[in-house]
T-cell receptor
Framework: NAGVMQNPRHLVRRRGQEARLRCSPV?????VYWYRQLPEEGLKFMVY????????ESGMPKERFSAEFPKEGPSILRIQQVVRGDSAAYFC???????????FGSGTRLTVV | AQSVAQPEDQVNVAEGNPLTVKCTYS??????LFWYVQYPNRGLQFLLK??????LVKGSYGFEAEFNKSQTSFHLKKPSALVSDSALYFC???????????FGDGTTLTVKP
């Protein structure tokens, strides 16, 4: 019974490149959430998705960031033209459609050089 | 709007002593409250939740939390701390059955032998 799988665990990108972060939720979980954790800071909400729908993207920067959760396959968080300030740990979480806590992945640590 | 405050950045206790990690919240409706623990370089792990019912909620690893509606608090407690409890603890709240959770900034718990 696999938990939330995120890959890659570590990602290094040069400024201006694209970063693609993948998240496979727990089997049967239809809700996916992305959070960002900056060094020495808490978790900041980015986006909440259900299959093929973005439900709440109020935490997503207006430019360069996008997310999807297709009918088939993992959820993808995409950052275009990365800058040094994008360096952070990005966590994906999933939950069933009920009042449950989240199951978190181990995160992707993005470093922009 | 929903928010969480964890007033203590750091809590230090001696092994075997009781511990409390504080959390207060603000939501517009009925709160759904959660505690998570994060070990270094790992994702968050769900500890316990309050949705409705008994104000004292029991969770994993011997932790419990007390919901106090009048004080809008949800403090995490454990009767006897272990060195292995040392970690970063996050309180979270949401005001709906499903949807984004807002996390506090975290409290670092250090349990000394």
């Amino acid at each position: 019974n696999a938990g939330v799988m995120q890959n890659p665990r570590h990602l290094v990108r040069r400024r201006g490149q694209e970063a693609r972060l993948r998240c496979s939720p727990v089997k049967g979980h239809s809700h996916v959430y992305w959070y960002r954790q900056l060094p020495e800071e808490g978790l900041k909400f980015m986006v909440y998705l259900q299959k093929e729908n973005i439900i709440d993207e109020s935490g997503m920067p207006k430019e360069r960031f996008s997310a999807e959760f297709p009918k088939e396959g993992p959820s993808i968080l995409r950052i275009q033209q990365v800058v040094r300030g994008d360096s952070a740990a990005y966590f994906c979480a999933s939950s069933p459609p009920a009042a449950h806590g989240y199951t978190f992945g181990s995160g992707t640590r993005l470093t922009v050089v | 709007a929903q928010s969480v405050a964890q007033p203590e950045d750091q809590v230090n206790v001696a092994e075997g002593n009781p511990l409390t990690v504080k959390c207060t919240y603000s939501v517009s409706g009925n709160p759904y409250l959660f505690w998570y623990v994060q070990y270094p370089n790992r994702g968050l792990q769900f500890l316990l939740k309050y949705i409705t019912g008994d104000n004292l909620v029991k969770g994993s690893y011997g932790f419990e939390a007390e919901f106090n509606k009048s004080q809008t608090s949800f403090h995490l407690k454990k009767p006897s701390a272990l060195v292995s409890d040392s970690a970063l603890y996050f309180c979270a709240v949401r005001d709906t059955n499903a949807g984004k959770s807002t996390f506090g900034d975290g409290t670092t718990l250090t349990v000394k032998p």
